[in-house]
């Protein structure tokens, strides 16, 4: 299944409130699809800088955007209680107008939990968690009373009202990797995001994001469901091993090799103008777009490419 091709950006609240929503607003009237905000208690590539917290920068910048679909890229399960998560997300559904994206992933960032004192779970509790986690967010936002017993979190007669603006529930986005948060993903993803690993060359890390694409898949077939009811997102972060923004033929290539191997919906990051002054890496930040760049994808690549 061939899906309409999506782009998104992702922005660092690492600037003033003033300064994200004018980010915002420009890119609501540029027509980009979505934007997206962190889940990090600090900004993990700076801890030193200033950084606002995503949850609640989110439901503020749904009031000042008007089109464009938002959500966090993506939410740390090991930073929240699933059952309070879910009545955070209901509440941005309704402030947003029914514009809700709601990611989710099993976290990782060290400073999220050396500075928060919250444990910093080994890779397979974390995915267990994300499993469950999942499965209470799922449920709360699709009934009117919960109650679920896990390992990990338990929900008692658990009530949400009202309902979501989204029926039957916001779109679920599940960050995944492995095997194990890769098959949570085909069972409960309505987007399944990837990112590449870090250090690999152009060729592996569009081999890797083909392999886990069979993979999710497979994982369907497994459980009987259609995988092309899942959209395939890929974050095209500072670390991935190529610059698509040199020139328009080099995007044109970055989005035509990604979209032969399945992915159809890409994210990319908005770093700050002033980065670089600010101590980022340079390749890092020549990995990412700026003003200039977004306007001219929105204006003339992005239509051309749709077309």
Same mark, same amino acid.
């Given at each position: 299944?061939?899906?309409?091709?999506? =782009?998104?950006?992702?922005?660092?609240?690492?600037?003033?409130?003033?300064?994200?929503?004018?980010?915002?607003?420009?890119?609501?009237?540029?027509?980009?699809?979505?934007?997206?905000?962190? $889940?990090?208690?600090?900004?993990?590539?700076? @801890?030193?800088?200033? =950084?606002?917290?995503?949850?609640?920068?989110?439901?503020?910048?749904?009031?000042?955007?008007?089109?464009?679909?938002?959500?966090?890229?993506?939410?740390?399960?090991?930073?929240?209680?699933?059952?309070?998560?879910?009545?955070?997300?209901?509440?941005?559904?309704?402030?947003?107008?029914?514009?809700?994206?709601?990611?989710?992933?099993?976290?990782?960032?060290?400073? $999220?939990?050396?500075? +928060?004192?919250?444990?910093?779970?080994?890779? @397979?509790?974390?995915?267990?968690?994300? %499993?469950?986690?999942?499965?209470?967010?799922?449920?709360?936002?699709?009934?009117?009373?919960? +109650?679920?017993?896990?390992?990990?979190?338990?929900? #008692?007669?658990?009530?949400?009202?009202?309902?979501?603006?989204?029926?039957?529930?916001?779109?679920?986005?599940?960050?995944?990797?492995?095997?194990?948060?890769?098959?949570?993903?085909?069972?409960?993803? $309505? !987007?399944?995001?990837? &990112?590449?690993?870090?250090?690999?060359?152009?060729?592996?890390?569009?081999?890797? +994001?083909?392999?886990?694409?069979?993979?999710?898949?497979? /994982?369907?077939?497994?459980?009987?469901?259609?995988?092309?009811? &899942?959209?395939?997102?890929?974050?095209?972060?500072?670390?991935?091993?190529?610059?698509?923004?040199? !020139?328009?033929?080099? =995007?044109?290539?970055?989005?035509?090799?990604? %979209?032969?191997?399945?992915?159809?919906?890409?994210?990319?990051?908005?770093?700050?103008?002033?980065?670089?002054?600010?101590? /980022?890496?340079?390749?890092?930040?020549?990995?990412?777009?700026?003003?200039? +760049?977004? #306007?001219?994808?929105?204006?003339?690549?992005?239509?051309?490419?749709?077309?």
């Amino acid at each position: 299944m061939t899906r309409e091709l999506r =782009f998104g950006v992702a922005t660092l609240q690492n600037v003033p409130w003033n300064t994200l929503v004018e980010r915002w607003q420009y890119l609501d009237e540029l027509g980009f699809d979505s934007a997206w905000v962190a $889940d990090h208690f600090v900004n993990p590539f700076s @801890p030193s800088e200033p =950084f606002l917290e995503g949850w609640t920068l989110l439901s503020a910048l749904a009031t000042q955007t008007q089109r464009i679909r938002l959500g966090t890229m993506v939410t740390n399960s090991s930073l929240h209680n699933p059952a309070v998560l879910a009545k955070q997300a209901l509440t941005v559904d309704h402030v947003s107008g029914g514009r809700l994206e709601l990611g989710i992933g099993a976290g990782g960032a060290p400073p $999220d939990h050396t500075m +928060t004192g919250i444990p910093d779970y080994d890779p @397979p509790e974390r995915a267990a968690r994300l %499993r469950e986690f999942t499965e209470i967010v799922d449920q709360l936002l699709r009934n009117e009373v919960t +109650t679920y017993r896990g390992r990990y979190y338990q929900v #008692e007669d658990a009530e949400m009202h009202p309902a979501p603006v989204q029926k039957p529930r916001p779109p679920l986005m599940i960050a995944a990797l492995g095997p194990k948060t890769l098959r949570i993903a085909a069972e409960y993803a $309505d !987007s399944w995001n990837f &990112i590449p690993e870090e250090d690999l060359t152009p060729r592996e890390a569009l081999e890797q +994001t083909a392999e886990r694409n069979r993979m999710l898949d497979d /994982y369907c077939a497994q459980i009987g469901r259609d995988p092309g009811e &899942i959209t395939r997102s890929l974050l095209a972060w500072p670390f991935m091993p190529e610059t698509p923004f040199d !020139s328009d033929d080099a =995007f044109h290539e970055f989005i035509g090799r990604y %979209r032969e191997v399945g992915i159809d919906e890409f994210i990319f990051y908005w770093l700050r103008e002033e980065a670089l002054e600010c101590g /980022y890496d340079r390749s890092m930040v020549e990995r990412s777009a700026g003003r200039a +760049t977004l #306007e001219r994808l929105a204006g003339e690549v992005i239509p051309a490419l749709r077309r």
